[in-house]
């Protein structure tokens, strides 16, 4: 089954056809995990992650293909006819070696190789209905990435709490955030070191250069291109990115 559903995923990405929901029945979790390789063998290299840790629910890991990721500001396409999810969120940049994971000071060593920045993810998706599909084909289809931006890292990023956020995020007229933000998970910290246990070997590994994402900060709403995104997490950098219209 994983050799069968990557090859639909890959024709997708490819321009093909979306793959329908039905295609996500008997998946497991392994198998989500082996797609995720085999697309990423394909379409890689991996330059980051996505993560969440639903209270009630496993983690959820997906790779973001280099190619995908952008600097802010940024000018994207997609076609009309579709819709993307906007998202903006807290993200962590390894940039020494991930620190022994059994070291009794993990924490902290894991604090200082990482800075802090923020991006806003675009989320666009392989299958035809993924509001509705399995959560592991959406895992299976990297967890619906379609694009991150990245805005300025912050080196230092001791007095920034990301237990919380305050923020502002505009998409055209519609005004998406504004204010006090509820991070997800209960600390963007917390979901990385999660993460960083976890992650082992797959897709590589978590390597120096490589992001990851921690979550919506406001919720995700679907929209249309032709409009131009702005958004700024207090503390943090301004991110742009015009959505066009291929």
Same mark, same amino acid.
């Given at each position: 089954?994983?050799?069968a559903?990557?090859?639909?995923?890959?024709?997708?990405r490819?321009?093909?056809?979306?793959v329908?929901?039905?295609?996500?029945?008997?998946l *497991?979790r392994?198998?989500a =995990?082996?797609?995720?390789e !085999?697309? %990423?063998?394909?379409?890689? $290299? #991996?330059g980051?992650?996505k993560?969440?840790?639903p209270?009630d629910?496993?983690m959820?890991?997906?790779?973001?293909?280099?190619?995908?990721?952008?600097?802010?500001?940024?000018?994207?396409?997609?076609?009309?006819?579709?819709a993307?999810?906007?998202?903006?969120?807290?993200?962590f940049r390894?940039?020494?070696?991930?620190?022994? *994971?059994?070291?009794?000071? =993990?924490?902290?060593?894991? !604090?200082? %190789?990482?800075?802090l920045? $923020? #991006?806003?993810?675009?989320?666009h998706?392989?299958?035809?209905?993924?509001?509705?599909?399995d959560?592991?084909?959406?895992?299976?289809?990297?967890q619906i990435?379609g694009?991150?931006?990245?805005?300025?890292?912050l080196r230092?990023?001791?007095?920034?709490?990301v237990t919380c956020?305050k923020?502002l995020?505009?998409?055209?007229?519609?005004?998406?955030l504004?204010?006090?933000?509820?991070?997800?998970?209960?600390d963007?910290?917390?979901?990385l070191?999660?993460?960083?246990?976890?992650?082992g070997t797959?897709?590589?590994?978590w390597?120096?250069?490589?992001?990851?994402?921690?979550?919506?900060l406001?919720?995700?709403?679907?929209?249309?291109?032709?409009?131009?995104?702005?958004?700024?997490?207090?503390g943090l950098?301004?991110?742009?990115v015009?959505?066009n219209?291929a």
């Amino acid at each position: 089954m994983p050799e069968a559903l990557a090859r639909l995923l890959a024709q997708a990405r490819r321009g093909g056809a979306k793959v329908p929901n039905s295609a996500g029945a008997g998946l *497991t979790r392994e198998a989500a =995990f082996e797609v995720q390789e !085999r697309l %990423a063998a394909s379409f890689g $290299p #991996v330059g980051g992650f996505k993560v969440a840790c639903p209270p009630d629910a496993p983690m959820v890991i997906a790779p973001i293909y280099s190619s995908d990721i952008h600097d802010s500001p940024a000018t994207l396409s997609i076609p009309a006819q579709e819709a993307v999810g906007v998202e903006m969120e807290y993200a962590f940049r390894l940039i020494d070696p991930l620190p022994d *994971t059994t070291a009794p000071d =993990f924490d902290t060593r894991l !604090r200082s %190789a990482v800075e802090l920045l $923020p #991006v806003i993810e675009l989320v666009h998706s392989r299958i035809t209905d993924p509001v509705a599909a399995d959560p592991l084909l959406k895992m299976a289809d990297n967890q619906i990435n379609g694009a991150v931006v990245l805005g300025h890292p912050l080196r230092d990023w001791r007095a920034q709490d990301v237990t919380c956020a305050k923020a502002l995020l505009q998409a055209g007229s519609n005004l998406l955030l504004d204010g006090d933000a509820k991070v997800p998970g209960g600390d963007a910290f917390e979901t990385l070191r999660k993460f960083a246990l976890a992650i082992g070997t797959h897709c590589g590994g978590w390597q120096p250069g490589q992001v990851v994402i921690t979550g919506s900060l406001n919720g995700l709403p679907w929209l249309r291109p032709g409009l131009s995104i702005a958004g700024q997490i207090e503390g943090l950098g301004v991110l742009k990115v015009q959505l066009n219209a291929a």
